[in-house]
């Protein structure tokens, strides 16, 4: 977590200027890629829009000094104009600049993020790492709302459109792993945060071709982490990201890379499901 923490201590130093995710990514080990894809994960935000909330929490300072004109303000925070910055500063603090002066005006503040590894219980994560060559994935997609926690109506609403047949027919097409009829996530947002939008396929993996009917996910060669989870659906299939993201790849020398995510489901008794989450990967160094 050190070179992550350097990072964070790094977009304070440059508040006032660029900010290169690129850099940020090499003061952390690793690629932007991933450094996106953690960020937005752990932090719950996408990292524009931490650097934006640090830099405005830090300019309603300078307001609030009322030393400085708004204009110079908005220069020395990279603002082009007084008007461009009374916007941000507005979206984020819910007042304008000029009300920030008043007495009593009350503002937002972004605190620095810092990184910590935790120790949370005693059980061990069993994980596999699967190497495949080039395949795609076949079936039937559609645009659908990322939703961290909770049922996606979007998505839910989707997969009952997919009927038994079609899905039967995608099944006898499945040739290789992951086996059976999956849940296909690509196309993210570059800054992959609740609401923003991906490409979600119902189909399945295999080199077999495709009707023309079909929609085809192209699926790059390379390596892919792999882990199972059980318990009461839809929350415990959701808790396979957060374990991957928050603790298996802190704590190993991997990251991920560009590439679709795959699921597959097996519904139990009692609203129970076991699920299968398998995640692009590569070596971190």
């Known amino acids: 977590m050190e070179g992550w923490n350097r990072a964070i201590e790094l977009i304070d130093e440059r508040l006032g200027g660029d900010i290169d995710a690129a850099e940020l990514a090499r ?27 640090r830099r405005l929490t830090v300019a309603a300072a300078a307001v609030r000094d009322g030393r400085e004109s708004l204009s110079d303000i908005a220069v020395r925070f990279g ?25 009593g005006a009350v503002l937002r503040s972004q605190p620095r993020l810092s990184f910590h590894l935790t120790i949370e219980g005693s059980t061990d994560m069993e994980y ?59 196309e993210f947002a570059d800054e992959r945060v609740e609401g923003s939008m991906l490409r979600y396929t119902v189909g399945v993996a295999t080199m077999a071709e495709p009707s023309p009917e079909d929609d085809v996910v192209a699926v790059a060669a390379g390596s892919w982490l792999v882990i199972e989870g059980e318990g009461q659906a839809p929350e415990a299939i959701q808790q396979l990201w957060a374990r991957a993201y928050a603790e ?12 679709p995510e795959l699921l597959s489901v097996e519904p139990l008794e009692h609203g129970r499901a076991r699920g299968e989450l398998w995640l692009p990967v590569e070596p971190a160094s």
């Open 27 to 53: 003061v952390a080990l690793t690629s932007e890629y991933h450094f996106r894809r953690m960020f937005s994960t752990l932090a719950g935000m996408p990292l524009s829009e931490y650097i934006r909330r």
């Open 79 to 103: 603002y082009g104009s007084a008007d461009s910055f009374s916007r941000a500063f507005s979206a984020v603090h819910g007042i304008g600049p000029e009300q920030a002066r008043r007495p």
């Open 128 to 186: 596999r790492i699967v190497t495949t060559e080039e395949f795609r994935i076949v079936g039937r997609s559609t645009r659908a709302p990322i939703v961290f926690s909770g049922p996606n109506p979007a998505i839910e609403s989707f997969e009952r459109s997919v009927s038994a047949t079609e899905r039967a027919r995608l099944a006898a097409l499945s040739d290789r792993e992951p086996t059976g009829v999956l849940s296909v996530c690509d």
């Open 248 to 259: 298996w790849l802190p704590a190993n020398p991997y990251r991920l890379r560009p590439g």
